[in-house]
């Protein structure tokens, strides 16, 4: 990559929010650890750090915005889920921002938000510190006018939070008056915090515990909101529960329920359903570049849970993973099902009078089988804890038979082939030997390729290694 794409990239990098610049950093470390893509992880992670020990280091500003809304609700960023996925405790629409900013504008503090742009627009591009006190000063107003409209009072409000949107608005209303109240403490946490929390064991769950300290942060309605920061810190997010088990100082799930930390589970179990909706969506789409990831991160969480937690078949927590395991099989094992099939229709040896003249194998056909063969041999390191051992191992079995015997056969009858029908019949060789890279290596690969060239030109030799 040249110096001056390497420069833009910076700058982009630049611009995204600290918690974003966190995941992403998360992200490409787990690519590395996977061992995909390690050009460009491994380039994205040092541009990264550059630029995260220049912001520790206070080397520049943060960069200026604009926008008046995001400056107010900057605060809420690490808490923002887009539209359409499943919400949980902890987390907000980033939908509701538009209309709670529009009714802070006309009904909830119009004179204070009117004041606010003005004096932005007035500032010069050089005035962080000024921009981020005037957006702790809105922050504060925006919270007092939100609890003055859901807080306790006489008459009836009903009328009054209509005009502030949907019913979905509504509900994430409080919850941002009460991220906003409590800023300066969610600033202050996410100082503490460690930046990249890979190993969640003893010594880090003492720091995180320390951080977490906070006496406002502490609220039943704050908690959830502290313990999603520390999971965007994670590796593994699942394993947010070993803090609500050293608090209970019991894995017994009655013992970890009982205290306020067994939010912590509650929020492990959704996002781990979140995960598998994530991967019944790929695969539904026949999209399967983050299908191993997804599926290592379902496994671990499903097995973690289970093991590192005295859950009951008939509470609530233990009927939710249940039911998240039986999703995932359900989705692995009818993907898993159809693979055979896709196999047959393209190997399957046609008499030379069934083969109508110019028949051609559809090669996007043919490299989405070889997705769902790869697929099926990923789904072999997490059959068991998945509830799919029996058909992935039989099926990946009946794979291997069958794409042996069809290759060697094609193989063979490349040999006596009629120059009608000689393209279709390298073009399935040709798909024959891409699922033998999968199924068997490149050794063997290679091997049926040289065999496939030996029968064009009429050599006879063994198309099996000896």
């Known amino acids: 990559m040249s110096q001056t794409s390497i420069e833009r990239l910076r700058e982009y990098l630049a611009q995204l929010p600290p918690q974003s610049q966190a995941l992403l950093m998360r992200e490409f470390e787990r690519a590395l650890e996977r061992g995909q893509d390690t050009a460009v992880a491994t380039l994205v992670l040092e541009q ?5 020990r220049k912001s520790e280091a206070d080397e520049a500003p943060p960069p200026r915005t604009d926008d008046p809304s995001r400056l107010l609700f900057q605060v809420l960023e690490p ?4 539209a359409g996925a499943p919400i949980r405790v902890g ?11 529009q009714w802070l504008g006309r009904d909830g503090a119009p004179d204070k938000v009117n004041e606010f742009e003005a004096a932005l627009a007035r500032m010069p591009a050089d005035s962080a510190g000024q921009v981020e006190a005037l957006a702790s000063k809105l922050q504060a107003v925006a ?4 609890f003055a409209l859901t807080g306790p009072g006489g008459g009836d409000k009903s009328r009054a939070l209509a005009r502030v949107g949907p019913p ?14 409590v800023r300066e403490a969610i600033a202050a946490l996410n100082e503490k915090l460690p930046r ?10 003492a720091s995180v515990t320390s951080a977490l300290n906070i006496p406002v942060l502490q609220t039943p309605q704050m908690l959830p909101f502290a313990l999603s920061m520390v999971v965007q810190r994670m590796t593994a997010p699942w394993q947010i529960i070993r803090l609500a088990i050293k608090i209970a100082a019991s894995d017994d799930e009655i013992r970890v329920a009982a205290t306020p930390y067994g939010v912590a589970v509650t929020i492990a179990l959704h996002d781990l359903s979140c995960v598998a909706a994530i991967l019944r969506m790929d695969i539904k789409r026949g999209h399967f570049d983050n299908v191993a990831g997804n599926l290592k991160a379902l496994h671990d969480g499903v097995r973690g849970l289970r093991t590192e937690l005295d859950l009951r078949n008939d509470s609530a927590w233990g009927k939710q993973l249940v039911s998240i395991r039986a999703d995932i099989s359900n989705a692995l094992q009818s993907e898993i099902d159809s693979v055979p099939g896709r196999v047959r229709r393209i190997l399957r040896q046609r008499a030379e009078k069934d083969i109508p003249p110019g028949a051609r194998i559809d090669s996007t056909e043919v490299e989405e089988t070889v997705a769902l063969i790869d697929f099926v041999a990923t789904c072999r390191n997490y059959a068991s804890e998945l509830a799919i051992n029996e058909v992935t191992l039989r099926t990946y079995s009946d794979l291997q038979q069958y794409v042996e015997r069809s290759t060697e056969q094609l193989v063979q009858s490349l040999r006596a082939a009629d120059h009608k029908v000689r393209t279709y019949r390298q073009q399935q060789v040709q798909a024959a030997i891409r699922f033998c890279q999968v199924l068997f290596g490149d050794d063997y690969a290679s091997l049926m390729s040289r065999a496939a060239e030996n029968a064009l030109t009429g050599e006879r030799k063994s198309s099996r290694a000896s």
């Open 48 to 52: 990264l750090r550059k630029i995260v």
């Open 91 to 101: 987390q907000i629409r980033r939908s509701s921002l538009h209309p709670i900013w």
């Open 196 to 205: 990249f929390l890979r190993a969640f064991g003893d010594s880090q769950i």
């Open 143 to 146: 919270a007092d006018a939100i």
């Open 79 to 82: 808490f923002l889920v887009e």
């Open 168 to 181: 979905n608005v509504i509900d994430d209303l409080y919850s941002i008056g009460a991220v906003l109240q």
